[in-house]
């Protein structure tokens, strides 16, 4: 059990009127429930909360007149993540694998698994299927991927990521999930809070489905996945972008934050952690 304490400041300067749409609160799930949660704006404006998707994820709406809008984000993350013994954990059967599991198979705009599935095959495809072979394709992303700051681009691909060997968490992420689903594993961008992030900003990792359960892993081993806290997932990093706008508005200052308040695990392991 774990309660970790998150938040984000946003500060826009916005020209025109301006559709925002905010992906900055955490989700609740089975294994992750929020409290004290706070959500302000400034100047004060009409949100909207939706549940955006099949799996649920929380957006804010808001029609925002030209202005210096600042968005204040905080909340506590109780964390009760089912631990599993990694080695026994297999892969899903794909003959049963829930229908809304199946989009997660198929390549999407940032993970171009069907470009990448015959270097995944040759990479991974011998090895023992289950968890440890997607520990082993997150531990080839890391080693063979650099993390630069500011090498790639809001339009960048796995592929193209592949090819630079570099990249930010996003697009680890992305060429993570890209080589699962090219061996034929379901796997899903996540964006959240990860403590003691260093620099501070929301962070991108991933989910696989093994054996009828999402599995948490994060290839730029930044964070402990036991101080993760899920905001929302989709297909990839488009799907969950922290804020979407159409009109004039830019973003002048960003602030993000996730710190343990409280914790009864063991901050020297790692565990296999699901939180679907």
Known sequence: MAQISIGSTLHYEVREPTLFLFKIAAAVTPHQSISNEVLTFEPSLDVEQCQVGEDGNRMHRAIVQPCNLTVRYAALADMSPEIERTGEVAEADLANVPAEVLTYMNPSRYCESDLLARFAFEEFGHLERGYLR???????????????????????????????????????AHLAISLCRGVGIPARYVSGYAVDLTPPDFHGFM??????????????????????????????????????????????????????????QNPNKTPAVSIA
């Not at 297909?235 to 508005?249: I, K, Q």
């Open 207 to 264: 989910e696989a489905y093994l054996d009828g359960q999402w599995y948490l892993f994060d290839p730029t081993r930044l964070a402990s996945t036991s101080g993760l806290v899920r905001i929302g997932l989709g297909r990839d990093a488009a799907d969950v972008a922290f804020a979407t706008l159409t009109g004039s508005a830019m973003l002048l200052d960003k602030q993000v934050w996730a710190s343990n308040s409280k914790s009864t």
């Open 134 to 172: 997607v520990q082993a394709i997150t531990d080839w992303v890391f080693e063979h991927l650099d993390y630069v700051p500011g090498s790639t681009s809001a339009t960048t691909t796995a592929t193209e990521v592949l090819l630079k060997r570099e990249g930010v968490c996003r697009d680890y």
